[in-house]
């Protein structure tokens, strides 16, 4: 039996990360078997990576169109603030389904500003992304600068159930592989992120398509706003803070490509659970908080050299023969 190694290769650089974790997660588990291998251990650290996860979602469908959205995180936290003034303060009678589902309509139009920048006035994403970063940052302290820990309808805080928020998640990630890989709107994403004008020429509108995108990527920032709510149940003003820079290297980690136009969204799962095994083996080695923050850093710059390494493979690989 013959193999093909060009296959083989491809294989593993598209599916680098799976093999990161694989590797990471033996080497912890051989360091610290008692907590590693215990299965509240993964279930934990799956559950409590999860309103990221809709951050690492939102981010890969910006930069699989060609963009980058910096806002996510802080938006997030204004959604999550907004909301929880709404159902607890503002309108504290509003049906649990409309309660639900207020973080993701928020989101939504959040994420349609920066979509409308972008797509329609054609603006550079990560300045428009930038300002908006700032403006949500302190429009959250505006809304409420403290904390609110009570007077939540009792199913919205469904996300703190690790029974109900992971098959949700696991859903919401094999939905959002499927409509990329097997319908006409994630065909005009990856079109657009590859190539803009030859879309245009194809009659694609690209303005029109960033808009969407961007929009819904503000959608899975209101489900993570959402989902954080549920899972620390309260509101802090710091919700979201410093996640942006984990969504992007989850994205990265993932497969998602700088250059836009190419990426999976399974594979940005496994970015996802990469990040969460790292902050797990760091917590099961009493790691300084101050030094988490460093290595987050890190992780951020292994992520664009993984990024980097992983393009000049694939096209070295995928070269026709001489």
């Given at each position: 039996?013959?193999?093909?190694?060009?296959?083989?290769?491809?294989?593993?650089?598209?599916?680098?990360?799976?093999?990161?974790?694989?590797?990471?997660?033996?080497?912890?588990?051989?360091?610290?078997?008692?907590?590693?291998?215990?299965?509240?251990?993964?279930?934990?650290?799956i559950?409590?990576s999860?309103?990221?996860?809709?951050?690492?979602?939102?981010?890969?469908?910006?930069?699989?169109?060609?963009?980058?959205?910096?806002?996510?995180?802080?938006m997030?936290?204004?959604?999550?603030?907004?909301?929880?003034?709404?159902?607890?303060?503002?309108?504290?009678?509003?049906?649990?389904?409309?309660?639900?589902?207020?973080?993701?309509?928020?989101?939504?139009?959040?994420?349609?500003?920066?979509?409308?920048?972008?797509?329609?006035?054609?603006?550079?994403?990560?300045?428009?992304?930038?300002?908006?970063?700032?403006?949500?940052?302190?429009?959250?302290?505006?809304?409420?600068?403290?904390?609110?820990?009570?007077?939540?309808?009792?199913?919205y805080?469904?996300?703190?159930?690790?029974?109900?928020?992971?098959?949700?998640?696991?859903?919401?990630?094999?939905?959002?592989?499927?409509?990329?890989?097997?319908?006409?709107a994630?065909?005009?994403?990856?079109?657009?992120?590859?190539?803009?004008?030859s879309?245009?020429?194809?009659?694609?509108n690209?303005?029109?398509?960033?808009?969407?995108?961007f929009?819904l990527?503000?959608?899975f920032?209101?489900?993570?706003?959402?989902f954080?709510?549920?899972?620390?149940?309260?509101?802090?003003?710091?919700?979201?803070?410093?996640?942006?820079?984990?969504?992007?290297?989850?994205?990265?980690?993932?497969?998602?490509?700088?250059?836009?136009?190419?990426?999976?969204?399974?594979?940005?799962?496994?970015?996802?659970?990469?990040?969460?095994?790292?902050?797990?083996?760091?917590?099961m080695?009493?790691?300084?908080?101050?030094?988490?923050?460093?290595?987050?850093?890190?992780?951020?710059?292994?992520?664009?050299?993984?990024?980097?390494?992983?393009?000049n493979?694939?096209?070295?690989?995928?070269?026709?023969?001489?």
């Open positions: 039996m013959k193999f093909d190694t060009k296959k083989i290769q491809l294989f593993v650089v598209n599916n680098l990360s799976w093999f990161l974790i694989i590797a990471f997660y033996l080497t912890f588990a051989a360091l610290r078997p008692t907590g590693m291998l215990s299965w509240s251990t993964i279930v934990f650290m559950h409590s999860i309103p990221l996860g809709f951050l690492v979602v939102g981010e890969a469908l910006c930069l699989i169109v060609g963009g980058l959205d910096v806002s996510l995180a802080q997030a936290g204004f959604v999550g603030m907004l909301s929880a003034l709404v159902v607890t303060q503002w309108a504290p009678g509003l049906p649990g389904i409309v309660a639900v589902f207020l973080p993701v309509i928020i989101g939504l139009f959040m994420g349609a500003i920066n979509g409308f920048f972008i797509g329609y006035q054609k603006l550079n994403p990560f300045l428009v992304t930038l300002g908006t970063f700032m403006g949500f940052e302190a429009g959250t302290l505006l809304l409420h600068s403290y904390p609110i820990y009570s007077g939540f309808p009792e199913n805080l469904f996300g703190g159930n690790s029974t109900f928020s992971i098959p949700i998640f696991v859903g919401v990630i094999l939905l959002m592989a499927f409509l990329l890989n097997h319908s006409r994630g065909l005009y994403i990856y079109g657009v992120g590859g190539n803009a004008q879309s245009r020429m194809l009659g694609v690209p303005g029109h398509v960033r808009f969407l995108t929009t990527a503000g959608g920032a209101g489900l993570s706003g959402l954080y709510t549920g899972f620390l149940n309260t509101v802090p003003p710091s919700m979201g803070d410093g996640d942006i820079f984990l969504a992007f290297a989850g994205a990265i980690i993932g497969g998602v490509s700088l250059e836009g136009g190419r990426g999976s969204m399974t594979n940005a799962f496994a970015g996802l659970i990469f990040l969460a095994l790292i902050e797990a083996g760091l917590s080695f009493n790691v300084d908080p101050n030094m988490r923050r460093a290595t987050y850093g890190i992780l951020v710059l292994f992520a664009i050299i993984i990024n980097r390494y992983r393009s493979v694939r096209d070295r690989l995928l070269q026709p023969a001489e």
